[in-house]
T-cell receptor, first 114, second 114 residues
Framework: EAGVTQFPSHSVIEKGQTVTLRCDPISGHDNLYWYRRVMGKEIKFLLHFVKESKQDESGMPNNRFLAERTGGTYSTLKVQPAELEDSGVYFC????????????FGSGTRLTVV | KNEVEQSPQNLTAQEGEFITINCSYSVGISALHWLQQHPGGGIVSLFMLSSGKKKHGRLIATINIQEKHSSLHITASHPRDSAVYICAVNGWGDYGGSQGNLIFGKGTKLSVKP
């Protein structure tokens, strides 16, 4: 079974540019989550999709962040325009529905805004 | 104060030593997770607990719901165990938002010397 795939693995962009991160969850996992770790801090929740619907986007920092999951398969997270404080590692995870299922994480995308 | 606190933040051990990492949380939870992240790598789920104790190879995880505390033990530690170990919880009710997202501790960086 393929795991959760994220790309790019690294991205360096200038302040003001746009970056799009992609996450391919495990096939059949309805739940998809985005998380972010800013240097020196704990990983923080960004948002949660159930299939193509946003279940909870309470962790999204501001309206420069836009997440989509068209068709309930892969998801994209776009940052536009990027700011210096957006730098960090963005993780995606997927999970089957049901309380007994654990999370499978991707390897993360390290975003550096200069 | 973070809702999930881990100790110690950093831990250095000699190969073969018994290791304990602690996690305390202040919110009601439906499950607690222990995760592992190797340098430059993705996050791997080690355990998901809601009560009692689980064992996998040299790793043991315990949870005390009444005391809101969990421990991760590594027996006969090995240099390949060197990684960041992260405790995360699924909140319950109001604490958990969508009840699917995770609240993370800052992690414990473990280094096992040969």
């Amino acid at each position: 079974e393929a795991g959760v795939t994220q790309f790019p693995s690294h991205s360096v962009i200038e302040k003001g540019q746009t970056v799009t991160l992609r996450c391919d969850p495990i096939s059949g996992h309805d739940n998809l989550y985005w998380y972010r770790r800013v240097m020196g801090k704990e990983i923080k929740f960004l948002l949660h999709f159930v299939k193509e619907s946003k279940q909870d986007e309470s962790g999204m920092p501001n309206n420069r962040f836009l997440a989509e999951r068209t068709g309930g398969t892969y998801s994209t997270l776009k940052v536009q325009p990027a700011e210096l404080e957006d730098s960090g590692v963005y993780f995606c995870a997927s999970r089957q529905t049901g309380g007994s299922y654990g999370y499978t994480f991707g390897s993360g995308t390290r975003l550096t805004v200069v | 104060k973070n809702e999930v606190e881990q100790s110690p933040q950093n831990l250095t051990a000699q190969e073969g030593e018994f290791i304990t990492i602690n996690c305390s949380y202040s919110v009601g939870i439906s499950a607690l997770h222990w995760l592992q992240q190797h340098p430059g790598g993705g996050i791997v789920s080690l355990f998901m607990l809601s009560s009692g104790k689980k064992k996998h190879g040299r790793l043991i995880a315990t949870i005390n719901i009444q005391e809101k505390h969990s421990s991760l033990h590594i027996t006969a530690s090995h240099p390949r165990d060197s990684a960041v170990y992260i405790c995360a919880v699924n909140g319950w009710g109001d604490y958990g938002g969508s009840q699917g997202n995770l609240i993370f501790g800052k992690g414990t960086k473990l280094s096992v010397k040969p």
